[in-house]
């Protein structure tokens, strides 16, 4: 969430960051109005206080002279009552200016290229060449299901369409590229965490999840709990309401969860396979870090998720996303996109942002510093999608009747090649 300061203060700032954005800029006048009406009712309030804390030296220094004060006790319940009713008034005032605030994304970083979609993003560094083609591979979907290690049919049986039932080697491979990423990253830095996935409203209002994006997430019925779309929610609002010291910071926690998103607005996009499923895992890495800080974490953090795909020998790409690509917690934002042989392009396998205070602000997560309390940064990416890593191994080591397991993923597989003959 922003600062209210800035829509007070700099609301220009704000309309031209929707305008980058392409969202709507109308929002700003409900806001207006709402925060007008809220600062005049706290006007009231305030008055109202300063005479009942008025009328209580008089009353006091009437019951010192021992004077009847019976009139003035009247007076002060009086004052109690609308004191009451105007607090109640600012109360909603302020909880319906909070929601509205809700649906304003981050305003982007003034290094982020302005555009309006993917096809406006510039391309950073690329790593690795690419030496397999749509000719020269059988795609993971094809290649699983005839050895009947990737099963669409009973996934579709079991959860509907978008979910798959892995077996054998596929799902040994799932559970070794798992393992291989969290090893990795625990040897550069980052704390494992297991934590729950699902999670109360607050959590994904926290990580800005809710309450736009509603319609993408699913919810349990009676307790109103909600499955995870990525880990990040749950290790972000760890410290949610707490206060960090500036000495600990930076944070940097890792975790493997399953990730379930609606995928709404996506039916008709990559049916076919494992790329877009309603169920997936990911190891995702999350950072606290001191604003001043919070950059070089980020260029850290994308470092990290490549030396993912480095060490499983990936060709892969680095792209920074512009204005109107960029997710709505994230100030920037650089995805790294895998070379997937079957389809002849490269993929987004990992999307690395720093959300700045966006995120700290809505979960309360606050830095103790010398000079003042200030919200702590954080940051998130994919570390990696472990789903699509499967098929950009399965597809980009194909050789003669088998799939060669880069070196980095042979212990965790216990094996160099797999027979697909």
């Known amino acids: 969430m922003l600062d209210k300061e800035i829509i007070r203060n700099n609301p220009e700032l704000l309309k031209k960051a929707l305008h980058d954005r392409g969202a709507d800029s109308s929002i700003l006048g409900e806001i207006e109005k709402l925060d007008a009406k809220w600062r005049e009712l706290k006007g009231e309030g305030d008055a109202l206080r300063a005479d009942r804390n008025k009328l209580g030296l008089e009353i006091a220094a009437a019951a010192k002279e021992k004077k009847d004060i019976s009139k003035l006790k009247k007076e002060g319940e009086e004052i109690a009552k609308k004191l009451e009713k105007a607090g109640e008034k600012e109360e909603k005032f302020e909880e319906e200016r909070t929601q509205v605030m809700m649906r304003i994304p981050n305003i982007p970083h003034p290094s ?3 555009g309006k979609d993917s096809r406006d993003n510039p391309e950073i560094r690329k790593w690795g060449a690419p030496k397999k083609k749509s000719s020269d591979v059988e795609s993971h979907h094809d290649l699983g299901t005839r050895l009947g290690v990737i099963d669409f049919e009973r996934g579709v049986k079991l959860g509907g369409h978008r979910f798959t039932v892995m077996s054998g080697w596929a799902a040994r491979l799932e559970r070794a590229l798992t393992s291989f990423m969290l090893a990795l990253h625990a040897s550069r830095g980052y704390r494992e965490f297991y934590v729950p996935y699902l999670v109360r409203t607050e ?3 926290g990580t800005g999840q809710l309450p736009k994006f509603a319609e993408e997430l699913y919810r349990t019925e009676g307790d109103g ?3 995870i779309p990525t880990a990040e929610v749950p290790l972000t609002n760890l410290h949610r309401g707490e206060i960090l010291e500036e000495s600990q910071l930076p944070f940097r926690y890792c975790a493997f969860t399953p990730c379930f998103r609606r995928e709404a607005g996506a039916y008709g996009k990559d049916i076919k396979g494992l790329i877009r499923q309603h169920q997936f895992d990911k190891v995702e890495l999350v950072k606290f870090a001191l604003q001043e800080d919070s950059y070089r974490e980020l260029e850290g ?11 499983l020998e990936l060709p892969y790409k680095v792209v920074e996303l512009c204005t109107g690509d960029m997710g709505f917690a994230s100030a920037k934002t650089y995805d790294l996109e895998v070379w997937i042989p079957s389809q002849d392009t490269y993929r987004e396998i990992s999307s ?8 700290a602000r809505r979960a309360n997560i606050r830095v103790r510093r010398k000079a003042a309390m200030e919200f702590a940064h954080t940051l ?6 472990v789903g699509r890593a499967l098929i950009a191994v399965v597809e980009n080591h194909q050789e003669g009747g088998g799939i060669k397991i880069p070196k980095a993923l042979q212990p965790h597989m216990g094996t160099d090649w797999i027979d697909t003959k």
């Open 112 to 114: 982020v290229p302005v």
């Open 203 to 205: 959590i994904l209002e």
């Open 225 to 227: 709990l909600w499955l």
């Open 301 to 311: 953090m994308v470092q990290d998720a490549e030396t993912v795909l480095k060490q």
């Open 352 to 359: 690395c942002s720093n959300c700045e205070a966006f995120q």
């Open 380 to 385: 998130n990416g994919s570390g990696v999608a």
